[in-house]
């Protein structure tokens, strides 16, 4: 355990997590192997224990399971030798190898199916692999000398390459030595492809990488021992798209020039840029999630300065609904449950996130604060993270997660399955909550009304899972700090997570901003990024990042970055050459409001207000700071439950029961009718049938209506008593139509 | 605390006894039967209804008790014999036990997807997640038994073919089969006296005609572009499905009618539990009795990595008394023939019982080398046990099922080939199941 702990450790932290191979590399440039110490005979690490992964041995549900499987257990994925050796070499009393009459070895009895096996028969007697085993238990089971060269990373020969439909190239793993010695492990490499239609893979052993019959993109991904390699395959559309033709496509920044980039290399093109009006709708519908008012419609589309959508972008940044908007986001992510951390401290982290968006705290900032909040949970509302999530381990999971995208959760138990993160680096990461001092009343649901004071101790220490030892805060793939009598370990991983060299933390967060204003991250699940869940356009996401952080974290010229691209502007409607595009941003990817923003825009279009249970009157849904503030509409449109475990997850997909609440919910029709909303008060005015339906559209799809739209919307009103009844009918049929409900 | 437990324990089975006792003597039962007969008559299609235990359930606190086992992999429950000889279910599936010669328990079912996000996955698709995905995953690579059953078989009289109560598992949803393929979602409680399906009725101040017109105008004024394109994914065209089934669902007679629970006679509504679980199976049988082919009753909190025996005396004992029941009153009217009721969740729990670092009470981790997976109805034989783990509960080791042979043998019985080729949104084949051989001992 030590022993693994210093090599891991040996590395620069920061350096390593950037290059998973740099921190190994300054760890192994001392330890200068012999040219030519290249394994002679067939020893453990280096030739044994690839295969026990590739062959799925040591998998989560065979072997690799924690407790391992039939008293045979093997570290997740071959993460720690010493123990995968002892359990291969000396446990089970030594059966499981008899290096005097190999061929009766458990181990190699089991694998062939001579005797019975939970997993099957898994290699055949006299095949490469077999003779390997064969051959390294009858000389004694030699382990790979300690000083013997490491494996620093893997890579895949080519990275990337681009195919015709049905075509097949191979595909080289090869694994580099810290000697420098390089070495083709493709025979002992799992793989996987993401999409098994566009490009497909065997899961071991030849490394043929086969073309569908259909233009696309797949990552595919090859594992040899710890380490992770993706090459990324592209199958662009048929017939060839002049050079000039990318030359002249339009770049009001960098963005645009990394997608059309991207776009190139599929042999895709974008659509035109969508018309005014949408434009219009779309900016303040994701950039403050309101729908504009007729006045400001009617100007906007007026307006013939050359630069008004950049304009229109700066103005929407400074309103007031902007921070309501962004910190609504904000609280799915951190708001807790009132019944577990006390209505108080729901509202102050509520007004605490608010309030960090109204002064637009740069984001390094506002992760600070939250990370290393003191004080009163009544007084101070980032400290409720810490109300909310006390043990150590929650909040250490939850940090990596939200902040770091990196999802540490199931390295509590075990290696992480996907990724290089082990049970030290949880440990390690959680340990940075160990000094978190409590004073006053903790939880205690259902009420949990009490007031807690958040703190930091002089000491504290939180013990290691399976071995139970001290743990001390250790950054990912960092050095474990030992700590001073007065130091408050959160600052130092403040300090780490938003440091200059470190690549998760701007990342994440570009990452979101992005999948907010486009209706899409770059990398899905927003907050799981890996090598192994690449992203549609890591070059994209990497300069975002860069530029976020060259900004000085500032989150409004983030968004402003993103919405004056040219990009942004384009028209929803797939053109020629991108109807396939789905992740690749050739065109805006339509989306329904989320609830809130609908429930608004509903209220806005009538001229109604809603009334929420502990909210002023005249607030807005954009402005509940608690989920329990009851609302049929918000819950059939999706909100988070906090009663359900794991909460609910937004959904954006359109469903029948929301379809049926637009279109017969007793409280939207009470709406409709009512003396003081829109309707009634058009119909009481003196304004024409024809302008009265300009006003509709102009209030319910932000444009004005064609003349066929108008004609066919005046047919339907008319006049005298019928009037209102008729105005009425015309609001419901657009406030149900899915250009209303619809971010285009 | 225990006294108390025990007490109401005892007390609540001996009612349902005595309850079910009086139904079976009496003359509802055997109306209700000749009833159901004499509409099975008329060729009733068959359904399904899946009982999804959303976190994995244990197999030894359910269907595959190890009684020989050493007691940190047994666990504090004893093992009590069941109809089928020498087959023994954990003590608190008694009612379970007590209608075990009509179900059917496949214990060699297993997978390798250790995580939830994962094992949801392939156990409603029946495929494997393209790419490793987490525990806090909600993901969808191929569609759910649910929407493949929607859109082969769809439904009648207005009814969408696919309903999830009281809410839709993580994988549950249609993938490339387009939204009107997603599941109905019921999250109203119909144990509530004043439970009814929200929104399906047009409000009541409004005449008929008036809403007639109202849609009339919808049609006309909606000029909105869409991509007819599958391929470009439109959300739009997503939404006009569930607009064409909101209004099919208004529109239709029987559809309300299933959904009026107060039509049901009250022992009837007593006899499946007054509580959200208990209504949601009757809602269940109500929904497969009106013509729709597939129902998921979704029950959740069954990630039981501490705390599991306390939770197996009240969630397990009230999973026993309703699933018993819904097999039960469906066998009563004739339905279990042409009705397959399947229980299941992700995986199973680990033999050890262990605890997790950062907690106090002990319980068993994810476990997918075995799944113990309830199967009725449907032609299913009734009272065996199919598949065997080891002695220690570690691996299904005879006669070993992936998800792929479950999830065929479903479609097989609902008359749907599970090797059929489906086209995705960019038109590329892709199989209905990879492997479509169903379990020979479930046909």
Known sequence: MILKQQRRNSGNGLKALVVFCAGLLLFTSHTQAEEGAAPAGITFESDIQPQLTRLGCNAGACHGKSRGQNGFALSLLGFDSDFDYDAVAHEGRGRRVFPSSAEESLLLRKATGQLPHGGGKRIDVGSQTYEEIHSWIRNGMPRTPAEAPKIVCVVTEPASRSLAPLEKFPLRVIAEYSDGRRRDVTEATAFQSNDRTIASIGASGDGVVQAGPVPGEAAIMARYMNHIAVCSVTIPLPGTVPESVYEALPRSNFIDELVW??????????????????????????????????????????????????????????????????????????????????????????????????????YDQFVRELITAQGSTWKNGATVIFRDRPESIEIGSSVSQLFLGVRLECAKCHHHPFEVWSQDDFFGFAAFFSRVGRKGQGLSPPISGGEESIYSKSTGQLNHGPTGLPVLPKTLSGVPLTLGPDEDPRETLAVWMTDSSNPYFPKVMANRVWAEIMGQGLVVPVDDIRATNPASNEALLDHLALEFRQQGFNIKNLIRYIMTSHVFGLSSVPAERNVTDIKNFSRFYRQRMRAEVLLDAVNDVLGVEEDFAALPPGSRAM??????????????????????????????????????????????????????????????????????????????????PSSDEQQAAIEFLTEGDQRRRGIEDLFWTLLNTPEFSFVD | MTFHRNCEGLRRRDCLKLGLGALLGGGLVDSLRSRGRAEGLTARKTSSILVWLDGGPSHFETFDPKPNAPAEIRGEFNAIQTKIPGVLFSENMTKLAAISDKLTIVRSVRHDQNNHGAGNHYMTTGAPTRIPVSCGAFVSFHPSMGSVVSFERGASDGLPPYFSIPDMSRSGGPNFL?????????????????????????????????????????????????????????????????????????????????????????????SYGRNAFGQQALLARRLVEAGVPFVTLYNGG???????????????????????RLIEDLDQRGMLDTTLVIVMGEFGRTPMISTLPGSTTPGRDHWSSAISVLVAGCGTPRGQV????????????????????????????????PDKILYTAAGRPTHLVSDPRPIAELM
């Not at chain 2, 069954?302 to 969630?315: C, G, L």
Request: hydrophobic share 40%; charged share 25%; with cysteine.
């Open chain 1, 261 to 362: 980039k991207k776009l190139k290399l599929l042999g895709m093109l974008p659509s035109p840029p969508a018309n005014e009006a949408t434009f219009h709708r779309r900016a303040f519908l994701r950039a403050i999630g309101r729908l504009p008012s007729v006045e400001e419609t009617q100007a906007f589309l007026m307006d013939q300065g050359f630069d008004k959508r950049k304009t229109l972008i700066d103005r929407l940044l400074e309103r007031s609904e902007y921070a309501d908007f962004w910190a609504n986001k904000w609280a799915d992510l951190l708001r807790p449950n009132p019944y577990r951390a006390g209505i108080k401290s729901v509202w102050n982290i509520d007004s605490w996130l608010r309030d960090s968006f109204r002064r637009n705290i740069p």
């Open chain 1, 623 to 704: 402005q509940l700071w608690t989920y329990r503030s009851t609302s049929l509409f918000l819950d059939t449109f999706g909100r988070p439950d906090l009663n359900q475990d794991p909460p609910c997850e937004r959904s954006v997909e359109s469903t029948t029961p929301q379809v049926l609440h637009l279109m017969n919910s007793p409280a939207l029709n009470r709406k409709l009718g009512l003396d003081t909303a829109r309707p009634a008060k058009l119909a009481a005015s003196t304004k024409s049938n024809q302008e009265i339906v300009v006003e509709t559209y102009l209030l319910a799809y932000n444009r004005f």
């Open chain 2, 178 to 270: 387009g939204a009107r393929h997603a599941p109905f979602v019921v999250s109203d409680d119909p144990n509530q006296e004043s439970f009814m399906v929200r929104d399906v009725t047009i409000p009541k101040d409004l005449d008929d005609a008036r809403a007639i017109n109202r849609r009339k105008m919808r049609s006309r004024l909606d000029q909105f572009v869409r991509f007819h394109d599958q391929a470009a994914g439109d959300p739009v065209i997503g939404a006009d499905e569930n607009y064409q089934q909101a209004v099919s669902l208004m529109t239709s007679a029987a559809a309300q009618r299933a959904f009026e629970m107060h039509r049901e006679p009250g022992q009837i509504r007593d």
């Open chain 2, 302 to 324: 069954w990630d039981h990595h501490s705390n599991i025996f306390p939770a197996f005396r009240t969630q397990g004992q009230k999973l026993d008394a309703v699933v018993a």
């Open chain 2, 386 to 417: 199919i598949g065997a783990t080891d002695p220690r509960g570690y691996a299904a080791v005879e006669k070993v099922y992936a998800p792929e042979n479950l999830v065929s043998s479903v479609y097989t019985k609902l008359g749907i080939n």
